[in-house]
């Protein structure tokens, strides 16, 4: 079974924030969050991962309550390439326990 | 960095016919690979988890004589899908866990499978 729980989809227009949460009630002491991109017929590419509170890198930022049951995918200024699945996981990076996808969130972007 | 490729990126093949998919971790070593199969519109399934030299642990349902795991280096492991029918026609993915443990996983670009 699948440790997350997000929206099943998504609109957005074109050059606005979208921002993507995940619920992980369930989450371990040692479970990272990790978030994936995947366009069709394509693996998924890594996003952002995080422990706690915010993580920023080039192309996304990651929110991170203090009771790390949930988190945020914030995405800025979405462009028409940004239209694909997001799945956000988690998963303990040191045991290299498998990731175990949920539904994901489609997120159409609209000229 | 962290690339992880996959071959071949498509196959058609007959029903009952064995094929072969090959993962490799080309800029890393990876002591766990794991495999996921896609089925259209829906998310990634894992199906088995690869440690080298050993046996791969199987997912609850998948049928370990037909997917052979075999993980023979750090840096390739191999999924070979026995007497293929066309119910096992899909989308083939992999992951490569770093040897370093302090990252998380890349996957490769999938490998589409059509069984006739």
């Known amino acids: 079974l699948a440790k997350t729980t997000q929206p099943i989809s998504m609109d957005s227009y074109e050059g606005q924030e979208v921002n993507i949460t995940c619920s992980h009630n369930n989450i371990a002491t040692n479970d990272y969050i990790t978030w994936y991109q995947q366009f069709p017929s394509q693996g998924p590419r890594f996003i952002i991962q995080g422990y706690k509170t915010k993580v920023t890198n080039e192309v996304a930022s990651l929110f991170i309550p203090a009771d790390r049951k949930s988190s945020t995918l914030s995405l800025p200024r979405v462009s028409l390439s940004d239209t694909a699945v997001y799945y956000c996981?988690?998963?303990?990076?040191?045991?290299?326990?498998?990731?175990?996808f949920g539904k994901g969130t489609r997120l159409s972007v609209i000229a | 960095g962290a690339v992880v490729s996959q071959h071949p990126s498509w196959v058609i093949c007959k029903s009952g016919t064995s094929v072969k998919i090959e993962c490799r971790s080309l800029d890393f070593q990876a002591t766990t690979m794991f495999w996921y199969r896609q089925f259209p519109k829906q998310s990634l399934m894992l199906m088995a988890t690869s440690n080298e030299g050993s046996k791969a642990t199987y997912e609850q349902g998948v049928e370990k004589d037909k997917f052979l795991i075999n993980h023979a280096s750090l840096t390739l492991s191999t999924l070979t899908v026995t007497s293929a029918h066309p119910e096992d026609s899909s989308f083939y993915i992999c992951?490569?866990?770093?040897?370093?443990?302090?990252?998380?996983?890349?996957f490769g670009p999938g490998t589409r499978l059509l069984v006739l």
């Open positions: 996981l988690v998963g303990d990076p040191i045991r290299g326990t498998p990731l175990v």
């Open positions: 992951s490569a866990r770093p040897i370093s443990g302090q990252e998380t996983q890349y």
